[in-house]
């Protein structure tokens, strides 16, 4: 492996990014800097490798060769054995090369009892990663730039981002008209019947979404520029897949692994910011006391627990913290952490699909609540409630949850959001919820 270092006073990502030669590029980042978290952003261009997955069938392309090779199985189970995780770790680096990209929610259904919808209109696949081997890590704390290849590229990387040459600045941009898959009747009345399941005894919640999609002609790395300026979040990321772009600025971790260490934070009850600082703490006081966010936010942790528990060593699992605020650039919640120790015998990926999907997108008991999503949305999620990160083949997982994202594809932006459904939800609010989240998206076309 080669690692050559850069200064990068003069440098940003975003100028890395653009300087950086190749497709499918991506970018990783994250508005808090500070030297827990955070601290470093990454950029990629140029894979070795893609991997598709579909159902029960992984498809594996080699950019360099342009063989295509298709295995038989669940996909996440075939990736165990084509992306090494015993690498040695360059220390301080989370993530040095490995597969990066997104798993969807659907994708879910090669482990649990749960049918894919029947629409998908998108036509994406369930999984989507690229094998990235030419990484250039940028250092907020010491402010320089550290290059890692498997491949030999690192002056041929270096060369790139010493040319000056500036790309075109940002493009103006016109309000886009969203539609939505659903209408407010059809929406009111599937939190009804959802409802009555709840009373029935068969779930305690269902998160129902709706998906919102608007024409658009842009440049989406120029979207993901005006999303991280006016929406920065701990997860932001810009990935091509050549055929489409995933942009998204994510609150919630799913699950981070580094060292065998996993950490999930899961993220229930939200209140506006508020217009001062006495209205801020007065907000933040009221949602602490909410028995209802409270009530829900419990139920997400003992998911959490639960799904930790599954693949850690016995008697690891722990809650460092518990229902504590955290304030965003609009909005705050209460966030909690769930952590464990990954057990000897498992595999990175055991402790993605046991969190997969988080109780957040999906509901509880969850099983029975992605049986009832099904029935309920006749449209696949595709990336909305799945996984966007990497593996790293360090065996280090970093990934978000799919929430607040753009899906740009064929001349459209698609957003989706969901609102939880309880006992007492009262179906015009929850409708409201949905367009409420969703419009912290939207804004960004004024």
């Known amino acids: 492996m080669e690692i050559r270092k850069i200064e990068g006073d003069l440098l940003t990502p975003i100028a890395v990014f653009n300087r950086l030669k190749g497709p499918r590029k991506f970018l990783l980042e994250s508005s808090l800097k500070t030297s827990l978290t955070g601290r470093y952003s990454f950029i990629g261009a140029d894979p070795v490798k893609s991997f598709i997955g579909e159902k029960e ?68 696949p369930d999984i989507h990663l690229h094998d990235y081997q030419t990484i250039v890590i940028f250092d907020h704390v010491k402010h320089d730039v550290t290059i890692v290849s498997t491949e030999g590229k690192t002056e041929e990387v270096a060369a790139q981002l010493h040319d000056t040459e500036q790309p075109a600045g940002s493009e103006s941009q016109s309000p886009l008209a969203f539609r939505s898959t659903t209408d407010a009747d059809s929406f009111k009345q599937k939190v009804k019947l959802a409802k009555k399941h709840i009373e029935n005894g068969d779930v305690f919640q269902i998160v129902l979404s709706q998906r919102l999609s608007a024409d658009y002609k842009g440049d989406s790395f120029n979207l993901y520029r005006k999303l991280r300026k006016q929406n920065p979040s701990p997860y932001q990321f810009y990935i091509d897949f050549t055929d489409y772009a995933v942009v998204g600025a994510s609150p919630e971790s799913l699950l981070t692994l580094r060292g065998g260490h996993m950490v999930t934070n899961p993220i229930a009850g939200t209140r506006k910011r508020g217009r001062t600082e006495e209205e801020d703490e007065h907000l933040a006081a009221d949602l602490e006391q909410d028995e209802k966010e409270r009530a829900e936010h419990q139920m997400l942790v003992d998911l959490s627990r639960n799904d930790v528990g599954r693949v850690a060593a016995i008697g690891s699992v722990k809650i460092p913290k518990y229902m504590k605020i955290e304030r965003y650039q609009h909005v705050m919640h209460l966030v909690s952490e769930v952590t464990g120790e990954l057990g000897g015998d498992m595999h990175p990926l055991d402790a993605l699909v046991s969190c997969l999907p988080a109780g957040t997108v999906s509901g509880a008991p969850k099983v029975r609540a992605m049986q009832l999503i099904q029935q309920f949305e006749e449209e696949r999620r595709g990336v909305y409630g799945g996984a966007i990160g990497y593996l790293g083949n360090n065996g280090n997982l970093d990934m978000a949850l799919a929430i607040r994202t753009f899906v740009v594809k064929d001349g459209q932006v698609h957003v989706q959001a969901g609102a939880g459904i309880v006992y007492d939800s009262i179906p015009q609010a929850e409708f409201e919820e949905t367009l409420h989240k969703a419009r912290s998206l939207t804004e960004v076309f004024g």
């Open 57 to 124: 069938q992984l498809m594996e392309i080699n950019h360099r060769t342009g063989e295509e090779t298709f295995h038989q199985g669940k996909p996440l189970e075939i990736l165990k054995n084509l992306v090494p995780t015993d690498r040695e770790s360059i220390e301080g680096l989370p993530f040095t090369g490995g597969a990066l990209g997104y798993i969807g929610y659907d994708a879910i259904a090669a482990y649990e009892p749960v049918e894919a919808a029947r629409v998908n209109s998108l036509q994406m």
